[in-house]
């Protein structure tokens, strides 16, 4: 059964509530950013907003909001597209209308 599931019906009060089609990420195993090993990323293609959370011992830790624009790239961190985990075990994101890479990495 889900983990976790995300309210995306009108009037929601939900920071998820512009998701269209939820993008599911994959789960933190890299060693680059020790604070998120075990975190599930995912986003949305056409939201604002990439979420994190954690399952642990039968139990969901967030969602939590990350507002992309908080997040620091070359271009707009913007149309999520895919996450996929490298050789290297860390964390990369496919984005844009161009479709940039981008690795997951402490600022």
């Known amino acids: ?9 009108g009037g ?6 512009d998701y269209v089609s939820i993008i599911g990420g994959t789960v933190y ?3 680059a950013i020790p604070t998120l090993k075990g975190v599930m990323l995912f986003a ?3 939201g604002a907003e990439m ?3 954690r399952y642990c011992n039968g139990t969901v830790y967030g969602p939590v909001v990350i507002p ?3 997040i620091v790239t070359p271009t707009s961190l913007n ?3 895919s996450f996929v985990e490298g050789n290297d075990g860390e964390l990369y994101v496919t984005y844009g209308g161009a479709t940039r890479i981008g690795r997951i ?3």
Do not use: E, N
């Open 1 to 9: 059964p889900p983990i976790v599931s995300i309210d995306r019906t």
């Open 12 to 17: 929601s009060s939900s920071p998820f509530k």
């Open 29 to 31: 195993r890299g060693a």
């Open 44 to 46: 949305d293609y056409a």
């Open 51 to 53: 979420g994190a959370l």
């Open 68 to 70: 992309l624009s908080s």
């Open 79 to 81: 149309t999520i597209t």
């Open 105 to 107: 990495a402490p600022q």
